[in-house]
């Protein structure tokens, strides 16, 4: 007879800030809740670890407070700097203080244990059968293959995206991939202020370049299409840095690279999953402006969970629950992305709007000029007419339609 696994409410794919947010829901709702992790815990994960001001508050209330093995040093940023090619810069404090700068090794650990789910590591998921009453998963431990039974799979599982390709197996093959990267270095002199987290809006460095302090190394960090060479993108920012900053650095150490499915969210081509599996955070397309993707994985892994709790109680459908529920996320990741948001609203918890008011006219304009030819690195993705027409539904109706998600 095959043995039909350990039976339980839920089963959650990932234990990163979308999975702990979920699992905390579910947990407080009396469910039993399973999260699983391909690696072994406490896992590294390439990140910088600025979380913005939403992120910090759901941290707070939903985990309690922070302890401090969780942060690198600095142990806080207050804000982000942007750079543009003609050296203009423009300061932005985020909205209410300084947020903490996360370890993510051990803030994910700790968040995922405050949840107070089951977490079974080393445990990766391979696939999946959706019964209708409920989902049978298989998973890889050890060589060995281990099956669960659940009424609801949530897909938290971030980038490598296994529960979205075993529901929509042709979906991650229609993505647009970026390698997004970063190396150590030792300071020699870097008069970047530390406090701060340093993005370039420049054409010729890449689609993201980055840079901040962290425990007494500096990150230099560059995204770019998959197919460019890492190294060499690397080289080229190190190099600007030096020319243009006088940010001079030892050798590169420990370099960490992923691939990313950045740009669901820009054109609101989210996917959130089908029957009994939810998708939810970054597997789902959730990103913020400037990479910050831990407070919307922590919110829309909440409402996933929230979603499951609704079915539970109520024999709802639990996916058209969540889809109901988590346009309410689509919102305010989309709106970061959106232009008319951007010029007339505050999507971001920065006052980007603020900062440019104490400019010049001239070097506003400036400015604006640069930002629009450094977007224009994203046109063979054929994203920008995607981008206003999607902003248009949103100024007319106050939403970004459903029917674009799969
Ligand atoms: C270089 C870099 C810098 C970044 N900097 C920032 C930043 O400063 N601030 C910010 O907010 N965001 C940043 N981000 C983005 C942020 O890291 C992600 O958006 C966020 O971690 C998404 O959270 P998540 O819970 O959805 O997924 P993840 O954090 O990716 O968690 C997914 C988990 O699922 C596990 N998993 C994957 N596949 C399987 C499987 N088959 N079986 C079992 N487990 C599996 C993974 O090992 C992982 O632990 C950065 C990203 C990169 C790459």
Redo the contacts with the bound molecule.
């Keep these: 007879m095959r043995d039909e696994g350990r039976k339980v409410d839920a089963l959650i794919?990932?234990?990163?800030?979308?999975?702990?947010a979920c699992a905390k829901r579910l947990t407080d709702a009396g469910y039993e809740t399973v999260a699983?992790?391909?690696?072994e815990l406490p896992?590294r994960?390439?990140?910088?670890?600025?979380?913005?001001p939403r992120?910090h508050r759901f941290l707070i209330e939903n985990f309690g407070p922070l302890p401090k093995e969780i942060l690198h040093s600095p142990s806080s940023a207050c804000g982000v700097k942007f750079h543009f090619p003609s050296m203009r810069t423009v300061s932005m404090e985020f909205d209410g203080g300084p947020t903490p700068h996360?370890n993510?090794k051990f803030a994910?650990h700790w968040a995922m244990k405050q949840s107070g789910a089951e977490i079974h590591d080393r445990?990766?998921?391979?696939g999946l059968e959706d019964k209708g009453t409920h989902v049978e998963v298989s998973?890889r431990k050890e060589e060995r293959i281990v099956r669960y039974r659940a009424r609801f799979v949530i897909g938290?599982?971030?980038?490598?995206?296994?529960?979205a390709r075993a529901v929509y197996p042709d979906y991650a093959a229609r993505l647009p991939w970026f390698v997004?990267?970063?190396k150590f270095h030792r300071i020699i002199d870097c008069p970047l202020d530390d406090k701060y987290?340093h993005f370039w809006f420049h054409p010729e460095l890449g689609h993201y370049t980055?840079s901040h302090a962290r425990d007494g190394r500096q990150i230099v960090?560059v995204?770019f299409l998959k197919g460019g060479n890492f190294d060499n993108r690397h080289k080229r920012v190190v190099e600007y840095l030096e020319r243009k900053h006088h940010v001079r650095l030892g050798p590169a150490e420990e370099p960490?690279?992923?691939t990313?499915n950045f740009g669901p969210s820009l054109i609101n081509r989210y996917i959130f999953g089908r029957g009994n599996v939810l998708i939810?955070?970054?597997?789902?397309g959730?990103?913020?402006m400037?990479?910050?993707?831990?407070?919307?994985?922590?919110h829309?892994?909440a409402i996933a969970g929230e979603a499951a709790v609704e079915a539970f109680r109520s024999s709802k459908d639990a996916q058209r629950t969540y889809r109901g529920m988590i346009a309410s996320e689509v919102r305010r990741c989309s709106d970061q992305w959106n232009p008319l948001q951007i010029a007339f609203g505050r999507p971001h918890e920065a006052d980007f709007r603020g900062a440019m008011k104490k400019l010049t006219p001239g070097e506003r304009l400036g400015i604006l000029r640069e930002m629009f030819s450094f977007i224009r690195l994203y046109s063979p993705l054929n994203w920008g007419r995607q981008i206003l027409w999607q902003s248009l539904r949103r100024l007319l109706t106050g939403r970004y339609p459903a029917t674009r998600w799969l």
């Design positions: 794919v990932g234990t990163g800030p979308a999975a702990a699983l992790e391909r690696k896992r994960k390439p990140c910088s670890g600025i979380l913005s992120g996360l993510r994910d445990t990766e998921f391979i998973t938290a599982d971030g980038p490598g995206l296994a529960v997004v990267g970063q987290f980055w960090g995204g960490e690279a992923v990313a939810t955070g970054q597997a789902a959730f990103f913020n400037i990479a910050e993707g831990m407070s919307c994985a922590l829309s892994g």
